[in-house]
């Protein structure tokens, strides 16, 4: 079991920065794969970033790609979401996410996380 709580959520003017954290539970933090996704009002939640339990893979959503860097940090139990460049458009939800993996692969798929945060607010003001 892993539980994931996200921090650093707020309001923000476009072309502003923000460092989203998410802190998990749990002796075996490095055993998963981690991700983060965003949704806005009457969307559908969508993939923005992950990265393997090394740390040594990370996929991008083309959205976000070169403006969001995700990292984790494996003593700490956290990872991590910086977001440069914000657009009114990145405004949503921001939810950190988790499945068991020792491969190096990473999944942008809703059904492949298992655990879930609750979410922080981002809004970006134009």
């Known amino acids: 079991q892993v539980q994931l709580v996200e921090s650093g959520g707020g309001l923000v003017q476009a072309g502003g920065s923000l460092r989203l954290s998410c802190a998990a539970s749990?002796?075996?933090?490095?055993?998963?794969?981690m991700g983060w996704f965003r949704q806005a009002p009457g969307e559908e939640r969508e993939f923005v970033a992950g990265?393997?339990?090394?740390?040594?893979?990370?996929y991008y959503a083309d959205a976000v790609k070169g403006r969001f860097t995700i990292s984790r940090d494996n003593v700490k139990n956290t990872v991590y979401l910086q977001m440069n460049s914000l657009k009114p458009e990145d405004t949503a939800v921001y939810y950190c996410?988790?499945?068991?993996?020792?491969?190096?692969?990473?999944?942008?798929?809703?059904?492949?996380?298992?655990?879930w945060g609750q979410g922080t607010q981002v809004t970006v003001s134009s």
């Open positions: 996410a988790a499945y068991y993996s020792y491969s190096n692969s990473v999944r942008s798929r809703v059904p492949n996380y298992d655990y």
């Open positions: 749990g002796r075996t933090f490095s055993s998963y794969a």
């Open positions: 990265i393997s339990w090394s740390g040594g893979r990370l």
